[in-house]
């Protein structure tokens, strides 16, 4: 009866529409020394140094290198880049920053290194957000976390920091990173990260300086239904705050397998699909100032992801082309899906499939009988990579 409630619901908000965008996925660095238990992406960050006894399985990409990446995902025809990273020591807001940093009676303390420390530098988010915003290019990144990273050592607020970001190129902010907002739970899951009330204000700071945003769930290991309904109530006041800023709602089912929760018995697995499709059904009928729900084809695959399009669901990710997060954790849902794959698997639920950008306001209803469908983008159809095999970065778990 829920599910049933939810669907009625979304029936009414956004009608039979499933949307989708043609985005790219391009996270700049795995290096990290926050040490997250749910997380798999990150590589110990020491291991990214010139002097490291070990060499690290991770990356770390030159916005050199993400310009190339994302002016060639551009000429295939994506129009939106997410961009999300590990914390890298090396990283600063920008050169102002970086001067601040260096000046630090004890960089240790606030966790910086120079980037000469390391084989390759990062740059400083200002360049990493202008080498990704190509042409007319979406640009979807910096979260709450990455904002306070780029920010410590100084008295900047997150309007500061935000703001320099959007002169830079920013276009919207990905609300994640907020995993369950109950600090309770964030002190077992990730103790060295963000905290609830500093996730809400990088939010609200990004909001005031003209942003969009979008807020997420991350649920299925610790927290119990208590503190998921805490989580939602938050969002929800949040969105009151901001104004209605947040486009959509990202409910992330938790993947346990190569995760140190996993690995240190802390959890026993993730959530169950019936967990995963109330979480669906819930969010929709509680967050009732957040017109748009997203089903995750990355975590939950394509069968029970289209289920949940009919659990409150309206929105079907994108494209996306490369993932690693998700994968790294041991999701094996696959990095990519064609228009064609699109408008096949939502028509089959009786939906009807459309192009949207990343804020919602532009759409394009797309007829199923007059292919072909949107731009033929890449990994090309045979799924060979967006770079060729000598000048890529190896994900770890590959």
């Not at 009330?197 to 610790?222: F, K, Q």
């Not at 998700?326 to 939502?346: C, P």
Request: aromatic share 8%; proline share 5%.
């Amino acid at each position: 009866r829920v599910l049933e409630a939810a669907d009625r619901r979304r029936a009414e908000v956004v009608g039979e529409e499933v949307t989708f965008t043609a985005n790219l996925n391009n996270n700049v660095t795995t290096a990290c020394n926050v040490g997250c238990l749910f997380c798999n992406f990150k590589d110990t960050a020491h291991t990214f140094e010139r002097d490291a006894e070990v060499e690290t399985e991770g990356f770390t990409k030159t916005p050199a290198e993400s310009r190339e990446i994302v002016t060639d995902a551009v000429e295939r025809g994506i129009y939106e880049v997410c961009s999300v990273s590990g914390l890298h020591p090396a990283f600063a807001l920008d050169g102002e920053h970086r001067e601040v940093l260096e000046a630090h009676p004890d960089p240790k303390a606030v966790n910086y290194t120079p980037p000469e420390v390391y084989e390759t530098s990062p740059g400083t988010y200002v360049d990493q957000i202008a080498a990704m915003s190509v042409d007319s290019v979406h640009v979807h990144s910096m979260t709450p976390e990455e904002a306070y990273h780029a920010r410590r050592g100084t008295d900047w607020s997150y309007e500061e920091v935000y703001g320099r970001l959007k002169d830079a190129g920013l276009d919207t902010v990905p609300g994640t990173a907020a995993e369950i907002l109950v600090d309770e739970v964030r002190d077992v899951i990730c103790p060295g990260k963000i905290r609830t009330d500093d996730w809400l204000e990088a939010m609200e700071g990004a909001a005031n300086v003209g942003l969009g945003l979008t807020a997420t769930i991350m649920y299925g290991h610790v927290e119990n239904e208590a503190h998921r309904a805490l989580h939602l109530k938050r969002v929800r006041d949040l969105q009151e705050r901001v104004d209605g800023a947040i486009t959509e709602f990202v409910p992330l089912s938790f993947v346990h397998q190569n995760t140190p929760l996993y690995e240190h018995d802390v959890v026993a697995g993730g959530a169950s699909d019936d967990e995963d499709e109330l979480m669906i059904a819930v969010s929709r009928l509680f967050l009732d100032n957040v017109d748009h729900v997203q089903s995750s084809w990355v975590k939950y695959g394509d069968e029970q992801g289209l289920k949940m399009l009919n659990c409150g669901a309206d929105d079907f990710m994108g494209t996306i082309l490369s993932e690693e997060i998700t994968k790294r954790a041991g999701g094996d849902y696959g990095e990519y899906r064609s228009f064609a794959d699109y408008v096949e698997m939502i028509t089959s639920i009786g939906r009807t499939p459309v192009e949207r950008s990343t804020d919602y306001e532009k759409r394009r209803v797309i007829d199923p009988g007059d292919p072909p469908f949107g731009p033929q983008l890449g990994p090309n159809a045979d799924g060979t990579p967006l770079l060729e095999a000598e000048e890529r970065h190896t994900p770890a778990d590959d």
